[in-house]
């Protein structure tokens, strides 16, 4: 689960982090109220929205003169006047693609004198199973450019679990990010506190970027990103309460409900797989015979007829499904439940576009009586490679 840049500061406060004082906004008289709280001289106006690049976004309907996401004003006018410009109004950046996404809330924050940007992140390690720290000198870009273009600039190194943050941890942060005298010493604290709020939080990442250090030699978070494990997220309500749903497709909510594992993509046939590697296989697969899927769907290997009966309503929702392809390999998962499932979502929604059925497994032939018995319209296919070319043929031909 994500939050916004100004929730994310609100959480490591918790933790005594040193971030800029900045107050959120849902309209433009709180916006004003912000500013005056603030007093100024130079307050910083940021659209809050899940993506990256905002600074460099650019809005529908304004010309290309118009200043971006992230805009630094010198007046208590000058942030009404950007406020009204940009709540309501559609931000499109690199991240969020070319639909972009909807400014609904700002955050008014007080300016800071800037002498140096730099990055910081902590990130789950699967491999070894620790927190992982990176860091580099080029804060303020995006960290992906630096590692194609000046990857010796980039630092990392992890954290064991069963000894936590050691002084030489922030000797090492100190020394990646050039920092000497104080500033190492709060690069060594900062370390620490930030490793606190990301197992106490559960986190799955956070990222700083830019970590700035200010004229008067003080370390400070100006920009923030953090996201949460969900199958953490029941040991922490005051997390829970922090999610936007308007920045979320409406269809993974709706899957989340379900403890459905469902990620919508641009493509135009869906898929309903039982088990994550296997719904990679059959995304793979119908890219290799020309065409694109439409989402990454997991009903997971406890699927009953409720849980498929709403991932297959999920699918059929999206406007660009133009065929879709069920394949079950029945393991935990038995192939006439979730057959049964399929076919009570058909006949609840209605079927308007082809669909393709591959079963194997266990009670894979009760499975397949279940969808012949059932009166749908629907291909057999007798294995995954069969199953991608007859839902594209279907897709194309229908096209």
Known sequence: MNIHEHQA??????FGVAVPK???????????????????????????????????????GLGPEAKGGVRVLKSVDDVKASASEMLGRVLVTEQ???????????YIEEGAAIARELYLSLLVDRETSRVSVVASTEGG????????????????????????????????????????????????????????????????????NPLIVTADDQLRVLDAK???????????PDIRELRDETEEDPKETEAAKY??????????????????????????????????PANFLDVGGGADEAKVT???????????????????????????????????????????????VRLEGTNAELGK???????LNVIAANDLSDGAEKIVKAVRGAA
């Not at 500061?9 to 918790?14: D, F, G, I, N, R």
């Open 22 to 60: 900045g107050y959120a906004a849902f309209t433009v008289d709180e916006a004003v109220d912000a500013a005056k709280k603030l007093g100024g001289p130079v307050f910083v106006v940021k659209s809050q929205i899940h993506a990256g690049g905002r600074g460099k976004g650019r809005f529908e």
């Open 259 to 292: 403890d459905l594992s469902y990620i919508a993509l641009d493509g135009e046939i869906g898929c309903m797989v039982n088990g994550a590697g296997l719904a990679m296989a059959t995304m793979d697969i119908i890219k290799l015979y020309g065409a694109e």
């Open 9 to 14: 500061k609100a959480v490591l406060a918790e």
């Open 141 to 208: 870009m995006s960290i992906e450019d630096v590692a194609h273009n000046t990857p010796e600039k980039i630092a990392t190194f992890s954290i064991d679990p069963a000894t936590g943050v050691w002084p030489h941890h922030g000797l090492m942060l100190a020394s990646t990010l050039a920092l000497k005298g104080d500033l190492a010493k709060q690069a060594g604290k900062l370390l620490g506190q930030l490793y606190a709020a990301f197992l106490a939080k559960d986190m799955a990442m956070l990222e700083i």
């Open 310 to 356: 709403a991932a297959f309503k999920i699918i059929i929702a999206d406007p660009n499904v133009k065929g879709i392809l069920v394949n079950i390999f029945g393991g935990i998962a038995r192939c006439d439940i979730l057959a049964q499932g399929v076919v009570a979502a058909v006949k609840q929604v209605g079927l308007k576009v082809p669909l393709v």
């Open 96 to 106: 969020t693609g070319p639909k972009g996404k909807q400014v609904n809330r700002l």
């Open 226 to 236: 953090v996201s949460f494990d969900d199958n953490a997220l029941f040991r922490h």
């Open 369 to 375: 009586q279940i969808i012949n018995n059932s009166g």
